[in-house]
């Protein structure tokens, strides 16, 4: 009697000394984010975003918060993520996220970054850098139980614990983007039962998910000898011991897959309340750890799992660019957590659709709005333009160059996350007659200063000289505060630094836009975007499309009415007739640069940043512009199309609300030409 009675006491008071150490698991400040100034705006704003985290609009409903809050006009954010543990009730999980609310900025005090994990039940983590979708594994910290194991079971007790965390990590894993959380027990020598359970952030990939909790399983080194313990890390956490301290029934149901659940019962496999009979009769506990074994078994799956990664993006992306998307896998997304975020890609959620791929509006679940290309799956040509979009926009960071939030390279599926521009594409203003009398001259004069910063950075000012190749109404987007914003970089060329032209075969573009030299001759440089630039120019002070100007009851080519117009000393006649206000010099000027920038010599043609000059300073004199491209012999009809013609075939691409023609290059090498709407 006495032996059962010491049996029942270590019993109950081996969960009480697991707790005390495990109350408070751990904070971490980190110093190198920088500080904050105590009752400053960015901490009245933080506590603002910490105090919004826990509630349903910032949920998922399992378990999971994630938020961030733009501090006034500034391009600065707090970014802040929740996670409780998986069989933690809702009521528990709130509870646990307001108390650490409060508790982790007062063990961090002023610090702009940090992350702490409580009572087992949550962590809770802020920045002001973004770190959704982002797989980390530092800090961390460690935890253990203070009781020590016999060595007599140590190799039976290793090798069934090291089936078990193998186990319910695959099966975390591959929970999907609501929950990323499993638990199981097995059976260990002297009728010891182990418990264990494994969670990531379900806003990271399986396969990141896997790899953090590879990771966290080799820490247990720090922990030999030891009962029991667990690994926090940012992404990932993995906890076990010999009692059930996890709650099966708590476990909210998933819609779909089927609810997680633990391993079938099988010869080395008990159930929980078989578990816990058998611990109420035992008078010692004991386990150990070989740290060896286990980490020589965890880094051969690590390595395993890395060499199948490399071989699957070998076979989408050639290998001397596999380094650098590796480097963007930071900005990596969840299909699901897309799929989710568009609806399934429903047709309401559907802005447009291209060549080769759609594009859809999405909200992720901190209610952020987002515009999804996707490629088209039986696309050929989708991995080029993919590979090409994410290694040069993920570079570019300038406020008139559409932002890459991230992208998704799984299985088939290639998807570019973009920010969600409202106002739609310049072509769905300036060519509507009735949206184009919103635009009055000032509006428009920022529009195309917009357009000539964004080229400038791209030409001069970004780390490589990029070509646009495909500058067009329809690739400026416009933002609530009707900035343009350059997007879709699928047929952009990258230059060294000290490169200024190249030549293809590979022709492709859209008619009315392209450089004569380039539809012809396959040349480009930045004067080929100069040339697009001016086209652009023009379509913007008169509100028409270049390949079908209307002017009275005939229809014209832009460029050759443009032209006739300044011989006639008739520039006027260009202007919009909604443009009621407005400095008359200024438009007057803007066509004449406008001029300037499609003349068929490419030496003649002025640069973006002598543009910028000339459309900053009147002390600047503007040369009178030679004539345009294809205007020879005072051949100035409408049929301008017959001089763009070469060897390739003409294709329209575009829904109904938009047909622009566009050249197709030969059928072994297509290219990406995509009209996107809305954002």
């Not at 991230?406 to 106002?423: D, K, Q, S, T």
């Not at 329209?652 to 995509?674: C, N």
Request: aromatic share 8%.
């Amino acid at each position: 009697m006495p032996a059962m009675d010491s049996s029942r006491f270590l019993f109950c008071l081996f969960p009480i000394l697991f707790l005390i150490i495990n109350q408070a698991l751990g904070q971490v400040c980190i110093n190198e984010k920088g500080n904050y100034t105590t009752n400053s705006t960015y901490q009245t704003n933080l506590n603002r975003l910490l105090s919004s985290l826990p509630s349903d609009e910032n949920g998922n409903g399992y378990g999971f918060y994630n938020a961030s809050y733009r501090l006034n006009s500034s391009n600065e954010h707090i970014y802040a993520i929740g996670l409780c543990r998986g069989d933690v009730k809702a009521e528990g999980c709130l509870s646990c996220l307001n108390k650490s609310r409060y508790a982790l900025p007062q063990s961090c005090p002023n610090r702009k970054e940090a992350i702490g994990w409580y009572d087992d039940n949550c962590m809770l983590r802020y920045s002001n850098r973004s770190i959704y979708g982002v797989m980390e594994t530092e800090p961390s910290t460690t935890y253990y139980n203070i009781n020590n194991v016999s060595s007599s079971d140590l190799d039976g007790f290793n090798q069934e614990l090291r089936k078990l965390l193998e186990s319910i990590r695959s099966e975390a894993a591959a929970g999907g983007s609501l929950r990323k959380f499993a638990f199981g027990n097995t059976s260990a020598p002297s009728f010891q039962t182990i418990f264990a359970l494994a969670q990531c952030t379900p806003d990271i990939s399986e396969q990141l998910c896997s790899d953090c909790l590879v990771g966290a399983f080799a820490d247990i080194s720090s922990i030999y000898g030891k009962v029991g313990g667990g690994v926090n890390k940012p992404s990932c956490k993995f906890r076990f011991d010999l009692y059930p301290f996890y709650d099966p029934t708590s476990v909210k149901q998933l819609p779909s897959p089927p609810p997680i659940h633990s391993p079938p019962p099988s010869t080395n496999t008990t159930n929980t309340s078989q578990g816990s009979k058998s611990s109420k009769s035992r008078t010692v506990i004991v386990v150990s750890i070989i740290a060896s074994l286990l980490l020589a078994m965890f880094m051969g799956i690590c390595l395993r799992v890395r060499k199948a990664k490399k071989k699957l993006q070998s076979n989408l992306i050639p290998d001397e660019d596999v380094d650098e998307i590796g480097s963007a896998e930071s900005l990596q997304f969840n299909f699901d957590t897309i799929r989710i975020a568009t609806d399934d890609f429903s047709e309401a959620n559907k802005l447009g659709q291209g060549g080769f791929g759609s594009v859809y509006k999405g909200r992720l679940y901190n209610g952020q709005e987002i515009a999804v290309k996707r490629l088209s799956v039986n696309s050929g040509q989708g991995d080029l333009e993919f590979k090409n979009e994410v290694l040069l926009v993920a570079k570019l960071q300038h406020r008139n160059l559409v932002r890459l939030l991230g992208f998704c390279l799984e299985g088939v599926e290639r998807l570019l996350i973009y920010e969600f521009v409202p106002n739609a594409s310049l072509d769905h203003i300036i060519f509507d007659p009735i949206k184009r009398a919103q635009l009055d001259w000032d509006r428009r004069y920022k529009i195309i200063v917009g357009i000539t910063r964004g080229l400038i950075y791209l030409h001069e000012d970004s780390r490589l000289r990029i070509i646009h190749r495909d500058l067009k109404a329809s690739n400026i987007l416009i933002d609530e505060e009707m900035t343009p914003k350059i997007s879709d970089f699928g047929m952009a060329k990258l230059f060294g630094v000290d490169q200024t032209q190249g030549n293809t075969s590979r022709i492709v573009g859209t008619y009315g836009y392209m450089a004569p030299e380039y539809a012809m001759h396959g040349h480009f440089s930045v004067k080929s975007d100069v040339y697009s630039f001016g086209v652009l120019v023009l379509e913007i002070v008169s509100g028409q499309k270049n390949n079908s100007f209307h002017h009275g009851e005939n229809v014209e080519d832009l460029l050759s009415y443009a032209w006739k117009c300044w011989r006639e000393e008739t520039a006027s006649n260009l202007i919009d007739p909604a443009l009621t206000n407005g400095s008359r010099n200024e438009i007057m000027r803007c066509i004449h640069i406008g001029l300037l920038c499609v003349q068929e010599n490419i030496a003649d043609r002025p640069t973006m940043n002598a543009i910028v000059l000339m459309l900053n300073s009147y002390s600047v004199t503007l040369p009178v512009p030679s004539q345009p491209a294809f205007l020879r012999d005072g051949n100035v009809g409408s049929d301008m199309t017959l001089g763009w013609k070469n060897s390739s075939e003409v294709i329209t691409t575009g829904s109904d609300r938009s047909k622009s023609s566009s050249v197709k290059a030969p059928e072994h090498e297509v290219s990406l030409i995509t009209e996107v709407y809305p954002r």
